[in-house]
C-alpha cells in the first residue's frame, strides 16, 4: 500500500494488521510509519518514492523476498493541488501528475508481473469523487489527475481481466481525514487575484468542509475488505455519503447535453 501514513491509508493498516493480514506499507517516511503501528511480525514498512520507478521496483522485490507474494495493491498516495489552471505554473502541474498519475503507474508496471505469474490479486486504484466530477472552480489540476487514473484504471481491469485479477477504481467522497489540511493541500504559489471564484471554493474547502466531511475514514478501511472478498467485486466504487449525489448530477448535465445537441452531433454521417 502507498501513501499509507495518514488519512485513508493509516486507517487500513491499522485495520488490516488488526485483523490479522501481513500488511507491506510505504510512505515517503519510514518512521511516520513505525509511529503508526509499531513493531510487529506482520507489518513490513518501508520508505518508498512512487515518482521513481527503480525505487518502486525495488520496494515490490523487498516484498516479495519478506512475505512471498502479493495479493492486493492499493495506489493511495496522492495530494490535492489547489489553484486556478491559468495560475497554476507548469512545476505545479507535472509535480501533481508525477505522484498522482505517473507514481500509482509506476507500482501497476512493476507489481503486474508478479500478478500475472500468479492469475490472481486485487488492485485498488485510489482516485476522487473528483475523477468523475470536474466542475469545481480551484481543483482543475488536481481533478484531471484523477480523471486521468481513472482512465487507464478503466483499460486496466480489463487487460488483468483475463489473469484472475481484479482491479477497482474507488472514488471517494468528502471523508474526514488530513487530505485538506495545510501539510496537504497545495495553494498556488502565485494567485490571480481576478479568480474570486477559485478563492472562494479553496477557502470554502480549507477552512468549512476541513473538519466537516461527513465520512468515517475508520469505515472505509473496513468497505476495502470488504470489496476485497467480493468473488465480483467492481470497477467503479463511488464511496462515502454524498457521492452519489454528485454522480447522478454528472449523469444528468451529460444526458442533457446529449439530447440538446444530438441532431447536430449526428449530421456528421456520410451520406451517399
Known amino acids: 500500500m502507498t501513501g499509507a501514513s495518514k488519512g485513508l491509508g493509516a486507517d487500513l493498516v491499522t485495520r488490516l494488521i488488526g485483523e490479522g493480514y501481513k500488511v507491506v506499507a510505504t510512505s515517503r517516511k519510514r518512521q511516520a510509519l513505525i509511529d503508526l503501528i509499531g513493531e510487529h511480525a506482520n507489518f513490513f514498512p518501508l520508505t518508498m518514492d512512487v515518482t521513481s520507478n527503480n525505487d518502486v521496483k525495488n520496494v515490490i522485490q523487498q516484498a516479495i523476498d519478506k512475505f512471498g507474494r502479493i495479493d492486493v495493491v492499493v495506489n493511495n498516495a496522492g495530494y490535492s493541488q489547489i489553484g486556478a489552471v491559468e495560475e497554476l505554473s507548469d512545476e505545479e502541474v507535472k509535480k501533481n501528475f ?19 505469474a500468479q492469475r490472481a490479486g486485487h488492485i485498488f486504484n485510489i482516485a476522487s469523487i473528483g475523477g468523475f466530477v470536474g466542475n469545481f472552480p480551484a481543483f482543475g489540476i488536481y481533478c484531471s489527475t484523477k480523471f486521468a487514473m481513472a482512465g487507464y484504471t478503466e483499460s486496466l481491469a480489463v487487460e488483468m481481466q483475463p489473469f484472475g485479477i481484479h482491479t477497482t477504481l474507488v472514488y471517494p467522497g468528502y471523508f474526514r481525514t488530513n487530505f485538506l489540511e495545510k501539510d496537504s493541500a497545495m495553494v498556488p504559489e502565485n494567485p490571480i487575484e481576478a479568480y474570486a471564484n ?3 471554493v479553496e477557502a470554502q474547502h480549507l477552512n ?3 473538519g466537516n466531511q461527513p465520512n468515517d475514514s475508520k469505515k472505509a478501511a473496513a468497505v ?4 476485497s472478498t467480493q468473488e465480483h467485486p467492481p470497477v467503479h466504487f463511488f464511496m462515502g455519503v454524498g457521492a452519489s449525489e454528485f454522480v447522478k448530477a454528472k ?3 451529460i444526458e442533457e447535453a446529449l439530447a440538446a445537441n444530438l441532431e447536430l ?6 451520406t451517399e
Open 208 to 210: 468549512e468542509i476541513n
Open 98 to 116: 508525477d505522484v498522482n498519475v505517473f507514481g500509482p503507474l509506476n507500482v501497476i508496471r512493476n507489481v503486474a508481473p508478479y500478478l500475472r
Open 265 to 270: 452531433a449526428e449530421s456528421t454521417a456520410i
Open 224 to 227: 476495502f475488505i470488504e470489496l
Open 198 to 200: 477559485a478563492r472562494e
Open 251 to 253: 449523469i444528468n448535465v
